[in-house]
């Protein structure tokens, strides 16, 4: 269950107790990684934000609302949860912050992985990193903000070496797992992109800010249709990330 299937997708933010990211980290990718994609999901990525060492980021996918609701029924019902679960919410602050989002448009989730998940025990993190910009705007992204973004934005953005690699919107749909919150009453477009390493990142921000036609053409429309300034998380992949 991979890449394009995963028509609904959670993106997961979680503030933790201070330096108690890397015990989560090597919990969840011990012992939560095959467990929950035996339940029937895709653990799409998992990641340390760069700019807040108390927080880690995750995505996971699924083939529908209502394979989520079964797939999750199914894990947190499950033995692996119920013998881990005191250990991962003991470095939790906040494990609400989750968007759920769906692709904008038919191919435009997360590809299928170009490379297997490394196996388990591996602990070398990769030199690659994940950006992903989320736009804000009071009313739902429609399809003729897609076209301009598909016009306009994109082209800029492959230009200065950061083609997006997925682009979703919030999925508005009932949540009907209710024992896991979500954001609700927001309205979110959010792409992601991939760089080798923080110099291939810091290489688009400075080409992107030098871009006569992004200065001067594509983001005064864009920043026009946004509600506020967008966000931006660095996020760096964990060993075992299959989004790295």
């Not at 035996?38 to 083939?63: E, N, S």
């Not at 494990?95 to 038919?106: E, I, N, W």
């Not at 954001?183 to 959010?190: A, H, K, L, P, S």
């Not at 992601?192 to 110099?199: D, K, L, V």
């Amino acid at each position: 269950m991979q890449g394009s299937q995963n028509s609904v997708v959670e993106l997961r933010q979680y503030t933790l107790h201070p330096g108690r990211r890397d015990v989560l980290i090597d919990l969840f990718d011990r012992e939560f990684v095959e467990t929950q994609e035996a339940a029937g999901m895709t653990v799409l990525g998992q990641f340390r934000d760069l700019d807040d060492p108390d927080r880690f980021v995750w995505l996971r996918g699924f083939d529908g609302m209502p394979r989520r609701a079964q797939a999750l029924g199914r894990f947190y019902g499950g033995p692996v949860w119920k013998a881990h679960r005191d250990q991962a919410n003991a470095t939790m602050i906040d494990s609400d912050d989750v968007l759920l989002l769906r692709p904008v448009a038919a191919g435009s989730g997360f590809p299928a992985p170009a490379t297997p998940r490394p196996p388990a025990g591996r602990t070398a993190a990769p030199p690659s990193l994940v950006l992903a910009t989320l736009y804000y705007r009071d009313r739902p992204f429609d399809e003729a903000f897609v076209d301009f973004f598909d016009r306009r934005v994109r082209p800029v953005l492959a230009e200065t070496g950061a083609a997006p690699l997925a682009c979703l919107q919030t999925e508005h749909a009932d949540n009907d797992f209710p024992a896991l919150p979500v954001r609700t009453g927001e309205n979110v477009f959010v792409w992601f992109a991939r760089f080798g390493g923080p110099a291939d990142l810091d290489d688009h921000q400075r080409r992107l800010r030098s871009s006569a036609r992004w200065q001067e053409q594509v983001w005064p429309a864009l920043s026009a249709m946004l509600s506020g300034a967008p966000q931006q998380l660095r996020l760096a992949p964990t060993a075992r990330s299959l989004l790295r």
